[in-house]
Antibody
Framework: VQLVQSGAEVKEPGASMRISCKTS????????ITWVRQVPGQGPECMGW????????KYMENFQGRITMTTDTSTTTGYLDLRSLKFDDTAIYYC?????????????WGQGTLVTVSS | EVVLTQSPATLSLSPGERATLSCRAS??????LAWYQQKPGQAPRLLIY???NRATGIPARFSGSGSGTDFILTISSLEAEDFAVYYC?????????FGQGTKVEIK
């Protein structure tokens, strides 16, 4: 099982970002994908999740309107789009898979993508 | 939002000692709680889910217990690779929140 994320990004305030999460080693649509971010030195924060089966999504309220999670089943890849970036969006972003097999807690994670928002 | 409070913030122990980490929820969260280990520069690693179930490949020295609002992660005998930060997470109600972590450091 592998989840491999795209590389680090530096963005200006107000810009948009897209992070990809290429999965392999398992049947893609049997696990959903969650996105978690972490400011270094702080606890992780769950941003939301997406069903790889039907595309249903759930987002944390404070991201509403500027977040979109999608998947491409043909390439077994998940995507996180975040718009109107702010300085406090600077963090490491992780994708992870989850299923009922582990109580819907994510058992395999990507390596993380550092996003720096700076002018 | 369910707030998870972990204690202590830092635990200083020697290899071979027993570690007891606490996670207290601001409301009853049934058994929907997990524990993760995180080392510098790495993603969190799932240790325990649904309070007491070890994830695949996790050594038996890690165990979880608790119910309601109070949960414990126990490492029965610390090995060198166990010195890390540990987080709890709840999935009882959205948003799924994490605690702020307990750092287990070498004494």
């Amino acid at each position: 099982v592998q989840l491999v994320q795209s590389g680090a990004e530096v963005k200006e305030p107000g810009a948009s970002m897209r992070i990809s999460c290429k999965t392999s080693g398992y049947t893609f649509n049997t696990y959903d994908i969650t996105w978690v971010r972490q400011v270094p030195g702080q606890g992780p924060e769950c941003m939301g999740w997406i069903s790889t089966y039907n595309g249903n999504t759930k987002y944390m309220e404070n991201f509403q309107g500027r977040i979109t999670m999608t998947t491409d089943t043909s390439t077994t890849t998940g995507y996180l789009d975040l718009r109107s970036l702010k300085f406090d969006d600077t963090a490491i972003y992780y994708c992870a898979r989850f299923s009922i097999l582990t109580g819907y807690f994510p058992d395999f994670w990507g390596q993380g993508t550092l996003v720096t928002v700076s002018s | 939002e369910v707030v998870l409070t972990q204690s202590p913030a830092t635990l200083s122990l020697s290899p071979g000692e027993r570690a007891t980490l606490s996670c207290r929820a601001s409301q009853i969260i049934s058994v929907s709680l997990a524990w993760y280990q995180q080392k510098p520069g790495q993603a969190p690693r799932l240790l325990i889910y649904d309070v007491s179930n070890r994830a695949t490949g996790i050594p038996a020295r890690f165990s979880g217990s608790g119910s309601g609002t109070d949960f414990i992660l126990t490492i029965s005998s610390l090995e060198a690779e166990d010195f890390a930060v540990y987080y709890c997470q709840q999935r009882f109600s959205w948003p799924y929140t994490f605690g702020q972590g307990t750092k287990v450091e070498i004494k």
